[in-house]
T-cell receptor, first 111, second 113 residues
Framework: EDQVTQSPEALRLQEGESSSLNCSYT??????LFWYRQDPGKGPEFLFT???AGEEKEKERLKATLTKKESFLHITAPKPEDSATYLC????????????FGTGTRLTVIP | DGGITQSPKYLFRKEGQNVTLSCEQNLNHDAMYWYRQDPGQGLRLIYY???????QKGDIAEGYSVSREKKESFPLTVTSAQKNPTAFYLC????????????FGEGSRLTVL
């Protein structure tokens, strides 16, 4: 069964204090791993797609990496506007139309 | 600007009533989805549609119904058969089916009184 575990559940950082969020996954035939950002009371916003181990994607202060068992979302010198919940999702071979989402990491960046 | 519009944003329902949540997209996307989000749980798929006049059940379809009569529209009806309907409902679309890059609406929060 597909499984996604995100850690930590919540993370508080000082502005400028870099850190990483973890997404561990178990899936049969990974088609893609996806990162989303969700602000309170809003729908998720797509950030990155990773397809194979070793792949990396960057956008502003965010960098996503992928291994065969987990993905990391690295946040470099975060700003208060980076505060949000970050969701990880996997797409397996058996469920091409059904992403399996983790419960998210709630990030708070303190000025 | 293109996007997905969900309405209403907040909805209150008495037990035993059916309610319909609206979802409209102007992205010209073929595929549309309905997810449910509950505290402490990941998003769960209710229904999806790959093309007009076609839709498939997701993991938690019981107590819900959908229609896809137009490419732009994918309404969700929460029926009285849904035992625990209070939740945050999210509509999404993708350019074609089978893609993981989803565009989400702002969500509809349903509360059953």
């Amino acid at each position: 069964e597909d499984q996604v575990t995100q850690s930590p559940e919540a993370l508080r950082l000082q502005e400028g204090e870099s850190s990483s969020l973890n997404c561990s996954y178990t899936v049969s035939g990974l088609r893609g791993l996806f990162w989303y950002r969700q602000d309170p009371g809003k729908g998720p916003e797509f950030l990155f797609t990773l397809y194979s181990a070793g792949e990396e994607k960057e956008k502003e202060r965010l960098k996503a990496t992928l291994t065969k068992k987990e993905s990391f979302l690295h946040i470099t010198a975060p700003k208060p506007e980076d505060s949000a919940t970050y969701l990880c999702a996997v797409q397996g071979a058996a469920g091409a139309n059904n992403l399996f989402f983790g419960t998210g990491t709630r990030l708070t960046v303190i000025p | 600007d293109g996007g997905i519009t969900q309405s209403p944003k907040y909805l209150f329902r008495k037990e035993g009533q059916n309610v319909t949540l609206s979802c409209e997209q102007n992205l010209n996307h073929d595929a549309m989805y309905w997810y449910r989000q509950d505290p402490g749980q990941g998003l769960r798929l209710i229904y999806y549609s790959q093309i007009v006049n076609d839709f498939q059940k997701g993991d938690i379809a019981e107590g819900y119904s959908v229609s896809r009569e137009k490419k732009e529209s994918f309404p969700l009806t929460v029926t009285s058969a849904q035992k625990n309907p209070t939740a945050f409902y999210l509509c999404a679309s993708s350019r074609t089916s089978g893609r993981g890059e989803l565009f989400f609406g702002e969500g509809s929060r349903l509360t059953v009184l």
